[in-house]
Structure formats: C-alpha cells, structure tokens
C-alpha cells in the first residue's frame, strides 16, 4: 500500500523559509519521480517542483530560484526547501507519485505567509 505523509508546514512571516518533508512507503522509492503540487483557496492544485529517479529537477516559474527539491532515497524522503516566502505562496502543499496511471497523494501540509 502506498503511503505518502507530508510534515514541515505551518505560519511563516514573508521572506521566511519553510522546509516541507515528504515520507514514502509501499513503493521502491528510488526508481519514481516525486512531485510536491500546491492548492491554494478557490484555486485548482498546480505542480510546483518535480525530482525525477535521475535527479533531475524542474520548478513552476513561479518559485523558481527560491524553492528547492531534493531526495534521499536511502530514507524514503522527498523534500521541498522554500525560501523568500510570499503570501502568494499560502496553499495546502501536497507530495505526488504517479505509479503507472495511478496518482498517490499525501493528506498534505498548510503553508501560511502572513505577517
């Protein structure tokens, strides 16, 4: 059974930083790419990063050169370090694995930008 729970999440005044953790079980870890996706309120959920098994690291423009992907295989893990935080960047933040043509999703973890 594939499991994904997300941590790291909470209130974070603008230009704060968050680091958010993604725990994988029920899948060889190494061989899928991760995603972390975000929905903010009266918005659809839109990709934010993705690492694939390679290493290879892509960014909604969005965040680009302020939010950081990275894995550790060897745990499980799949993290999203964010930097120079926006209240634009106030969502649910969610943890994606696509296994064949099943998507699995985390419950997901509240970020909040406000001073």
């Known amino acids: 059974q594939v499991q994904l729970v997300e941590s790291g999440g909470g209130l974070v005044q603008p230009g704060g930083s968050l680091r958010l953790s993604c725990a994988a079980s029920g899948i060889i870890f190494s061989f899928y790419a991760m995603r972390w996706y975000r929905q903010a309120p009266g918005k659809q959920r839109e990709l934010v990063a993705v690492i694939t098994s390679g290493g290879t690291t892509n960014y909604a423009d969005s965040v680009l050169g302020r939010f950081t992907i990275s894995r550790d295989n060897a745990k499980n893990m799949v993290y999203l370090q964010m930097n120079s935080l926006k209240p634009e960047d106030t969502a649910v933040y969610y943890c994606?694995?696509?296994?064949?043509?099943?998507?699995?999703w985390g419950q997901g973890t509240q970020v909040t930008v406000s001073s």
């Open positions: 994606n694995s696509v296994l064949g043509s099943i998507n699995y």
